[in-house]
């Protein structure tokens, strides 16, 4: 192909239609034709980037091999297509508006008033495009954050009303996700909400090409009809979206629904092949089909919100598959943890895993997890911040060390295991300093990890400002926590285990960041094994 074509995304009436997935669900079909494809994600908030936002405020922050800090769809995108993602992958307006004002502080627009249009536009409209450019891709899904109609979303609606015309029939679309509602005092659908949001998109100079529909019953086809006249759509681009019971199922959905048939058919390309899902079919029918059932507990200070370990969860989704079994994650608030209700509240699971996080907040109750999991033999997996809390437990518990902490919870502690890195001891700006992306690790022979991973050397994906103190290594070592896996050039501690366990381990990184559909991360993997043997002893 010698022109790269363009596939945006838009969505109305209302957030969480699941955006992000209609676009993975798109890529992975044309993915399986045969087209090098991709996504990018644009988001209308104004910080940088999500990694100083709370994940209250919008879910877990995702970290790309290059360290970009990213919005959660990113992962949905990796996991689909199981093609890693970058920093141009995903933008956010306050990543634009400072490079429009950085190139203003340098004159680069001779002397020229500064506006939204054209130079905000035309920062957006370059950055959508440079992923296209790049050759790599014969077609680019941009998927806009927000809805039609939001203040914050307008620069990108324009944007792409300008990228449409300038790059010509047949070589942009826009695929507009909306909300068919079931009104169950009238007993029935109803299209208004999507009228109108077609409507406000047309306003804005855009006319939808295919329209996904939302919905919780079927879409009639006197009702396609309907909302093909009256939102100036073809019948056959009126694409049904039905709740589904995994996200996993929306791709053979849309399959049905010839989504990627009338994107190919109006962006002027060949079909090429059927798509070949056999291999996501396979996984599908074992996600459906468990042989097996265990509970996990998920251990965290985020757990209201699932979105906060969107990553962890999908990593047991496609464990489970592997394994042939029902993972049931079970969350746990550790602030609702003591020694005194640890018993009653993890004796009964399979497996646990303490998640990541940051802040002193529910930090004991993390801390009395680790040492119920490790003195009753139950299969422990410590991520992050769980594993910095699985040293600080053996520090206090097997060593004696009563006051042993991290220096993120306790400055003044007199055996601080866990420390902030010499490099990060001077910084002030949170955003974008802490150890960030894919890092080496090497790995001891004849270790839990070693036989976890079947190699000595991996790569695997950081987000932390705090280390393992290596001043206490020999001593922890000693008395049987093992570091198993290091970092070849800076000698930092990834991993820690327990041998004489029946599976211990707490690694430093973020192995959820790289489990996939086709590649299950082999620790997520191992732990769900563990605890089927450990609920079958």
């Given amino acids: 192909m010698n022109q790269t074509k363009y596939i945006f995304v838009t969505g109305g009436v209302t957030s969480s239609l699941g955006k992000g997935i209609i676009a993975a669900s798109l890529a992975k079909l044309l993915q399986a034709r045969g087209y090098r494809t991709t996504i990018q994600k644009f988001d209308p908030y ?5 990694g100083t936002l709370n994940p209250y405020e919008h879910g877990e922050c995702y970290v790309t091999d290059d360290g970009a800090e990213t919005d959660l769809d990113l992962g949905h995108y990796e996991r689909f297509l199981n093609v890693p993602t970058s920093q141009a992958n995903n933008v956010t307006t306050g990543r634009v508006y400072l490079s429009v004002i950085e190139k203003e502080r340098r004159g680069e627009f001779l002397g020229k008033t500064v506006q939204v249009v054209p130079h905000i536009t ?6 959508m495009q440079l992923l296209g450019k790049s050759g790599d891709y014969d077609i680019v899904i941009t998927e806009i954050g927000g809805t039609v109609g939001d203040i914050e979303s307008l620069p990108y609606i324009e944007s792409v009303r300008q990228l449409v015309w300038e790059l010509g029939e047949n070589n942009g679309i826009v ?7 079931y009104l169950a005092a009238a007993g029935e659908l109803k299209t208004k909400p999507t009228q109108h949001s077609v409507k406000t998109l047309m306003e804005s100079g855009i006319k939808a090409d295919i329209l996904v529909c939302r919905t919780e019953h079927e879409i009639s086809q006197e009702l396609r009809q309907k909302l093909a006249l009256f939102c100036n759509v073809k019948k056959e681009a009126v694409i049904q979206s039905i709740d589904a019971s995994t996200i996993y199922e929306v ?3 849309m399959l049905e629904e010839g989504l990627d048939r009338v994107a190919l058919e109006k962006l002027k390309l060949p079909e ?6 056999n291999n996501w079919n396979e996984f599908l029918f074992r996600l459906k089909n468990p042989k097996h059932e265990v509970n996990i507990g998920l251990v965290g200070k985020y757990v209201e919100l699932q979105d906060s370990y969107k990553s962890i969860l999908e990593a047991f989704i496609h464990a489970g598959a592997a394994n042939e079994t029902k993972v049931n994650v079970i969350s746990i608030h550790s602030e609702h943890l003591d020694a005194n209700s640890a018993a009653s509240q993890l004796k009964d699971l399979d497996g646990i895993l303490v998640a990541p996080g940051f802040g002193g907040r529910g930090i004991e109750g993390k801390i009395d997890t680790v ?4 003195e009753h033999n139950i299969p422990f997996f410590g991520i992050c911040l769980g594993m910095q809390m699985a040293v600080i437990e053996y520090s206090r518990n097997v060593l004696g060390y009563t006051d042993a902490n991290s220096t993120e919870m306790n400055e003044n502690t007199t055996h601080p295991v866990i420390n902030l890195m010499e490099e990060q001891k001077n910084i002030e700006n949170k955003g974008g300093t802490m150890r960030l992306g894919a890092w080496k690790c090497s790995i001891k022979e004849n270790t839990l990890a070693q036989k976890i991973y079947g190699k000595t050397e991996i790569m695997e994906r950081h987000r932390h400002r705090y280390e393992f103190n290596g001043a206490y290594l020999n001593e922890l070592e000693k008395a049987g926590l093992v570091a198993s896996g290091v970092n070849p050039d800076t000698k930092l501690v990834e991993i820690v285990e327990i041998p004489t366990h029946p599976f211990f381990i707490g690694v430093q990184y973020h192995p959820e960041y790289k489990s996939t559909v086709a590649n299950p991360h ?6 769900v094994a563990a605890a089927v043997q450990h609920k079958n002893k």
């Fill in 251 to 253: 791709p053979n959905l």
């Fill in 272 to 277: 090429k092949n059927t798509p070949d899902l």
């Fill in 122 to 127: 035309n920062e957006i409209k370059e950055r």
């Fill in 175 to 181: 695929i507009h996700l909306t909300l068919v509602p």
């Fill in 371 to 374: 040492r119920y999991a490790r």
């Fill in 522 to 527: 082999p620790l997520f993997v191992s732990f």
């Fill in 46 to 50: 104004i910080n940088v980037d999500p």
